[in-house]
T-cell receptor, first 111, second 110 residues
Framework: RKEVEQDPGPFNVPEGATVAFNCTYS??????FFWYRQDCRKEPKLLMS???SGNEDGRFTAQLNRASQYISLLIRDSKLSDSATYLC????????????FGAGTRLFVKA | DVKVTQSSRYLVKRTGEKVFLECVQD?????MFWYRQDPGLGLRLIYF???????EKGDIPEGYSVSREKKERFSLILESASTNQTSMYLC?????????FGQGTRLTVV
């Protein structure tokens, strides 16, 4: 099993829709998780950190399910500007400072 | 605004050349990282450093080396560039665990 897996999408949704992505991980000892956003030809930027059961920031909610070993990202009231690739990041099973990036989920929000 | 700055946005090099990619951060971060990003493969860790002169191999270190002589600067070296090293290279620093990335260097080896 890969250390982290994401549905690559693409997800095509209309403006105003609610969309959710899941990310599964294999390291049951992981304590901290992250969602990054990456626009086309740009660097990834931190969107949200998830340290306990979840986190909410405006239209974005991240939830952690330790029993099933997945984290989710929910985007409500989608905007055109939300179109991007969303990367899930988890600590490496090897520990230390290494983190593992998922391959990303592409989101297209259409007018 | 805090920054991670990579020396070049685009580079074209010839096979066999020695290539230096430079990265500077102004946040006094201990940890610095070099990743490469390829379509369908995501970001893969090449090397990281947790202190000056300290380095650790990542998942794909073959064909690369690094140098960290000063805390703010982390250099990635391609000893003898090959066409399979054509990629987007991303430098990042972190404290404590979330990453701040540079703008990336798109390297093409011909």
């Amino acid at each position: 099993r890969k250390e982290v897996e994401q549905d690559p999408g693409p997800f095509n949704v209309p403006e105003g829709a609610t969309v959710a992505f899941n990310c599964t991980y294999s390291n049951s000892a992981s304590q901290s998780f992250f969602w990054y956003r990456q626009d086309c030809r740009k660097e990834p930027k931190l969107l949200m950190s998830v340290y306990s059961s979840g986190n909410e920031d405006g239209r974005f909610t991240a939830q952690l399910n330790r029993a099933s070993q997945y984290i989710s990202l929910l985007i409500r009231d989608s905007k055109l500007s939300d179109s991007a690739t969303y990367l899930c990041v988890v600590p490496s099973r090897g520990g230390g400072f290494k983190t593992i990036f998922g391959a990303g989920t592409r989101l297209f929000v259409k007018a | 605004d805090v920054k991670v700055t990579q020396s070049s946005r685009y580079l074209v090099k010839r096979t066999g050349e020695k290539v230096f990619l430079e990265c500077v951060q102004d946040m006094d971060h201990e940890n610095m990282f070099w990743y490469r990003q390829d379509p369908g493969l995501g970001l893969r860790l090449i090397y990281f450093s947790y202190d000056v002169k300290m380095k650790e191999k990542g998942d794909i270190p073959e064909g690369y080396s690094v140098s960290r002589e000063k805390k703010e600067r982390f250099s990635l070296i391609l000893e003898s560039a090959s066409t399979n090293q054509t990629s987007m290279y991303l430098c990042a620093s972190s404290f404590p665990d979330s990453l701040k990335f540079g703008q990336g260097t798109r390297l093409t080896v011909v």
